[in-house]
């Protein structure tokens, strides 16, 4: 199915970039840029799909999940092909900075999005966000016994009654801000209850699935997981609601999915501009108009109409560029979770 469409869109490319290449940036790029990219393959794709077909700057995506590929830059350095980075939350984005690889964002470009959803260095930025959620069966949890709190779930009568992915970036994400938010006692006390309490799932449509087909209570997960199967059929999400936390709970992060630029970039102006496009105008509505269900973070752009909306969310301030991924490993590690 893929294929046969290769051939068109291989076409489309080249008409696109004959027609409305402007000329200084795609003229010295005839390979392209090269983008990691750890966001969900088909948000990146409309992005990309539409960038090209504007600028006539091509781009190859590699797939991967944030750990993989942040490791990965890592282990490459200096003599990286990447140009660009994209993740789904930001400590991969830390693990990237600390190792000194990212060059910093023109000024243009952090204009673009407020200084909640990108940190101050910046050396990346914010492109999308997620909130964190606790979806739940409304058949086995009524509203009064909702937990309040994130840290509620330690508790033993939430023993046997929920789920995560632990091993997965995006709980990771959220062990780290509980972390930023609580210290490392509290969530090393609150991970060793979790170990007693939860039951693991290897990733977030399948917690939700399971507690959709009530084999389990709740479950922490990130928001557009139901967003997204409500808007095919349903099926993996019709028995179950989403709690909100608010009240800048640890349970209310949202996450900062980040996008930066590699300081060995070959194609550092087409790798720069392709970031400024993304969280500029065009770029930051597809996030309005498409089924990723991610909130837009760019300057007065607005998120898809289904979604509550990111003022509403009540979530707690956390410096992204504070997210410690490898502290968390070794909290999770320790209370065996990982
Ligand atoms: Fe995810």
């Not at 750890?38 to 190859?60: M, R, S």
């Not at 200084?115 to 910046?122: E, V």
């Amino acid at each position: 199915m893929k294929n046969r469409f290769l051939p068109f869109c291989s076409l489309a490319l080249v008409i696109s970039s004959v027609l409305a290449a402007p000329a200084a940036l795609a003229a010295d790029n005839d390979d392209g840029i090269v983008v990691y990219n750890a966001q969900h393959e088909n948000l990146t794709k409309t992005w990309v799909d539409e960038f090209t077909k504007e600028t006539g700057i091509k781009v190859t995506l590699r797939n991967g999940g944030d750990t993989e590929l942040g490791n990965q830059l890592v282990q490459e350095g200096s003599v990286s092909p990447a140009d660009v980075f994209l993740t789904e939350n930001s400590p991969a984005m830390t693990l990237v900075d600390n190792a000194k690889l990212f060059a910093p964002l023109d000024a243009d470009t952090l204009k673009q999005v407020p200084a909640r959803f990108r940190p101050a260095h910046g050396r990346w930025i914010g492109i999308a966000a997620r909130s964190t959620v606790f979806v739940y069966n409304p058949s086995k949890i009524s509203h009064a016994q909702l937990p309040v709190s994130l840290m509620d779930l330690a508790k033993p009568e939430w023993k046997g009654r929920w789920a995560a992915s632990p091993s997965g970036a995006d709980f990771q994400a959220i062990v780290s801000a509980m972390l930023s938010l609580k210290g490392e006692k509290a969530t090393l006390d609150w991970l060793k209850a979790m170990k007693t309490n939860f039951t693991p799932y290897k990733g977030n449509s399948t917690v939700m699935k399971a507690v959709n087909a009530g084999q389990i209570d709740g479950g922490v997960i990130y928001h557009y997981y139901y967003f997204v199967d409500q808007s095919k059929t349903g099926e993996n999400s019709k028995n179950t609601q989403l709690h909100y936390f608010k009240h800048q709970d640890p349970g209310a992060f949202v996450s900062i999915s980040g996008g930066g630029v590699l300081a060995s970039s070959k194609h550092p102006k087409q790798a720069q501009a392709f970031i400024k496009w993304i969280t500029g105008k065009t770029g930051q509505d597809m996030l309005r108009t498409n089924t990723a269900f991610e909130y837009a973070v760019g300057e007065h752009a607005a998120s898809n109409e289904k979604l509550v909306p990111l003022d509403q969310l009540d979530a707690p301030a956390v410096e992204p560029s504070s997210l410690n991924s490898q502290k968390v490993t070794e909290l999770m590690t320790e209370a065996g979770l990982l």
